[in-house]
């Protein structure tokens, strides 16, 4: 199967399956499954934080995080097209009375810092108190680069806010920048991994920061239903993949670089964006012919009208980017 719809239907590979098998583990929520305690220590330790929680998901590790940086009748200002805004159910304000106060987005995947300056309250009655800013890192696969990060760090710094990184995938961002994990979550106070995304677990995501916002967001993680007994079991997934799955996220980059160069020659087809393991294109008007010869030979896009996102990833291999690209040539090109 060439599953191109995400990065995060990767299965857990034999050798990963094998560290989860043989997982020590207790019941984390008396913090005494050794392997969640060693995953939560690897990742702070590896981004450069005093502390980690492993938590479900993406989605709760950003919730977690809001809700310990903020308190009810607070708000967060955040991207228009951002997941923390966008794709978490209104998590923030339905579970935390916390208001988000949303900010275009530019081009380049940055929050436009100008436009988020106006936004930011002055301490009176009539408003919510701004407390925090959210970055995400990256955004539609675009890499922003550590010098924003700083931008961020400065406006935040002025106004007295916290700073929150959605790096779900940063990873990708690190690869792509060849820089320390630690250093592109330098400037903040608390930064959400994925492990279940590029890095190939099966579940979780880690958030790490400042000692004192991971201990409330775990006071938050229990009342959100995370709070997971012997989860050394899925946590050893997580510890495979961040000693044996970032460096070789270049190939999945390598490989959507590709992809894109194949679809791009392509008569009727525009690739419109094309960074880290992200491929956007409009494939024209035989768009979806290619997606019914696909679904035939085990291949599988997900379209938007004649648009895609195809988003590579480690259970793909040159070979099966070879035969996409073939496909799309016999079944794409517009004939006059
Ligand atoms: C996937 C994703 C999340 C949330 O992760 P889930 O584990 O699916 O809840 C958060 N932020 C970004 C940018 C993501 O891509």
Known sequence: MIDLRSDTVTRPSDAMRTAMAQAEVGDDVWGDDPTVSHLE?????LLGKEAGLYVPSGTQSNLSAILAHCQRGDEYIVGDNAHTYKYEAGGAAVLGSVQPQPVQMLESGELDLEHAA????????????????????????????????????????????????????????????????????????????????????????????????????????????????????????????????IDRMADDHARAARLAEGLGAIDGVSVTGRSTNMVFADLGPNAETMAEQAAKSDILIALSGTTTRLVTHLDLTDDGIAQVIDLANRTLPVTN
Not at 41 to 45: C, D, F, L, N, S
């Open 41 to 45: 220590a690897k990742a702070a330790e």
């Open 118 to 245: 106006k936004v930011i309250k002055p301490d009176d009655s009539h408003f919510a108190r701004s407390r925090l800013l959210c970055i995400e890192n990256t955004h539609d696969g675009k890499v922003l680069p550590l010098d924003f990060h700083d931008r961020a760090r400065s406006l935040a710094d002025e106004h007295d806010l916290g700073l929150h990184l959605d790096g779900a995938r940063l990873w990708n961002a690190a690869v792509a920048l060849q820089a320390a994990p630690s250093e592109v979550a330098a400037p903040f106070d608390t930064v959400s991994v994925c492990l279940s995304k590029g890095l190939g677990a099966p579940v979780g995501s880690v958030l790490v920061g400042r000692q004192d916002l991971v201990d409330d967001a775990r006071r938050w993680r229990k009342m959100l239903g995370g709070g997971m007994r012997q989860a050394g079991v899925i946590a050893a997934a997580g510890i495979y993949a961040l000693d044996n799955n």
